[in-house]
């Protein structure tokens, strides 16, 4: 009887002790989880039977840290929010929201600015709850993200793609900085500056955003450009693109950072050499440093 309690407490204790150590794994088991805390799938919103997750990363041992709100790529129709290549910046002292939203084969536009939009609206009404600063929120996103972040910086307010999702109505959507990696910036002249490969790539993604070809949807993708709705009140602006990318024609970043110089709004335009659409060179240390800078100057 004796020796089958000690057996029974030892199985127990094993039990609890692997446990453990599976607890300790799941809670490491993702990028920036040394500097890191993590709580996944956040609902912030529904839209008809579709739940709309995010996914917060706070930084240890920062109070109340700006709030970055991350926007990934992949041609509006796919990607996921599991992927963030700028965690670093966690480490940098900001925490960073990445965001789930509609893809263009879900929905076409502007559902995905409605989500976005929701999710700001959401995080601004939770910061006390999650612990970030909610007067210091920028948005940063990569290739179809980063064009998503740019027009959702140049257009809060806008009556067609602020939306009316979630339960934060009485909040705002707007953010104080903007960060965006080769991004398009005016889908009407997008396919035109494309070399023939970038044109491939391109025309069949902007038809599932827009819901038709770009030719005859050219009113709807004015209002998906942010270089239609740049005004003097806009937030600063950082544009990455490399100077050899064959997908995303690097003239989309001249035509907005040409219309914020117009207008003498705060812009920087960090050309990297030699690179293509995307890679470890966006996402480097010195990268890093640049973006970390430009936030730290505006989010104050």
Known sequence: MRATKKRTARCAAVLVFLSMCASAQQAEDYPGSAYATKTADILYAVDGDHELLLDLYMPKGVASPPLVVWIHGGAWRRGSKDVVDTIALVKEGFAIASVEFHKSVEAVFPAQLHDINAAIRYLRGNATAYGYDATRVAIHGRSSGGHLTSLVGVTNGHAELEGTLGEYLDESSDVQVVVSYFGASN?????????????????????????????????????????????????????????????????????????YKSLGLPVHFEVVHGAAHGGDQFFDEKRTAIVAAFLNEHLR
């Open 187 to 259: 889908l009407n002249s997008i396919l035109t500056q494309s070399t023939s490969y970038g044109a491939e790539m391109r025309a069949p993604a902007l038809e599932l955003l827009l819901g038709g070809p770009v030719g005859e949807r050219e009113a709807l993708a004015r209002l998906a450009s942010p270089v239609t709705h740049v005004d003097s009140d806009d937030p600063p602006l950082l544009l990455l693109h490399g100077d050899q990318d064959p997908q995303m024609p690097i003239n989309q970043s001249h035509e907005l950072h040409g219309v």
